[in-house]
């Protein structure tokens, strides 16, 4: 029931939607994602791929899968597993390619989320994602800071939770689900500004909105692998039709970016490619709010 709700919140809240734009609905809101199995420590979602998520060859970029696995994660993860349902603030999300992730728009996608541990403030998950047929594409972690405040913790204790649950259903069944104006691609979504390239390195600037924000309000860290990864690709110029154009991406959320519906708050982007060495290619990237560091990803490039 936990999992219903949240989504249902998502698809209702105004602070932000982006899990709505990764098409975290569930039919009875008119999407199609399915929770096929929880366990005490092992769930099972089926969703499948947005079009705007892939790359210009028409397979859904490793960004994209690890933005899905963040809000799967969550919600059919940390949420369930968690006494208290705090969804928390993700603090690491990494994922890595075993083949070419040969699914595209449309495609679906199986998410298997196993955990590994659940405390009073850090939360770890791991998990893989597969073809239909049972081909496996990529792992991921993720990692969670979990304190939510003490409101929260108040009216998610154990003993509240099911007064909860039906007093947040019957408000949800008041409020209208959002309008979820698909982007047409990555490039769409995540536009960037004043891009210029100062020899290894890169720099940009970027508009967070809701569209890019949790239900609760501030950058989705999925939004920022994939800003990031963006910035990475554009940087290095990166041909994203090889067989695995990327190889891995680690991405640590250090702080938040707040974001107002209709509002739009301006961060600056810098990327420098490193190569050589014994090490393959990768591109160091970050997220800067007023030079503070909010974001950054080291993204490992497949073999050219």
Same mark, same amino acid.
């Given at each position: 029931r936990a999992v219903s709700t949240i989504l249902r919140y998502s698809g209702r809240a105004g602070a932000g939607r982006f899990s709505c734009l990764l098409g975290m609905r569930e039919p009875s809101d008119g999407g199609e994602l399915e929770v096929r199995s929880i366990g005490p420590d092992e769930s099972l979602v089926a969703a499948?791929?947005?079009?705007?998520?892939?790359?210009?060859?028409?397979?859904?970029?490793?960004?994209?899968?690890?933005?899905?696995?963040?809000?799967?994660?969550t919600v059919a993860g940390c949420a369930v597993w968690d006494r208290s349902m705090r969804t928390g603030l993700s603090v690491q999300l990494f994922s890595r390619a075993h083949r070419s992730l040969e699914a595209g728009g449309g495609d679906l996608l199986l998410f298997k989320t196993k955990l590994r541990k659940i405390g009073k403030t850090l939360g770890f998950v791991d998990g893989e994602v597969a073809t239909e047929a049972g081909v496996t594409l990529a792992n991921m972690r993720h990692i969670k800071f979990m304190p939510m405040g003490s409101f929260y913790a108040l009216i998610a204790h154990p003993l509240m939770q099911p007064t909860t649950l039906t007093v947040l259903d019957a408000f949800l069944s008041l409020r209208p689900l959002q309008e979820a104006r698909l982007p047409q691609s990555k490039e769409d979504l995540f536009p960037l500004r004043n891009f210029r390239i100062e020899g290894p390195s890169s720099f940009a600037d970027a508009s967070i909105t809701d569209r890019h924000a949790t239900a609760l309000g501030g950058i989705h860290g999925g939004a920022g692998v994939m800003l990031l990864t963006r910035m990475a690709v554009a940087g290095a110029e990166r041909d994203l039709t090889l067989p695995?154009?990327?190889?891995?991406? *680690?991405?640590?959320?250090?702080? /938040?970016?707040?974001?107002?519906?209709?509002?739009?708050a301006a961060v600056?982007?810098? *990327?420098?490619?490193?190569?050589? /060495?014994?090490m393959p290619d990768y591109s160091y990237a970050m997220i800067r709010d007023k030079n503070r560091i909010v974001m950054d990803s080291s993204i490992f490039w497949g073999i050219r």
């Open positions: 499948r791929v947005p079009s705007w998520c892939c790359n210009p060859d028409g397979r859904v970029c490793l960004s994209a899968v690890t933005a899905m696995f963040d809000a799967i994660s695995i154009p990327i190889r891995s991406i *680690s991405t640590n959320l250090i702080n /938040g970016v707040p974001t107002r519906a209709g509002k739009e600056q982007l810098e *990327s420098s490619l490193c190569m050589g /060495g014994a």
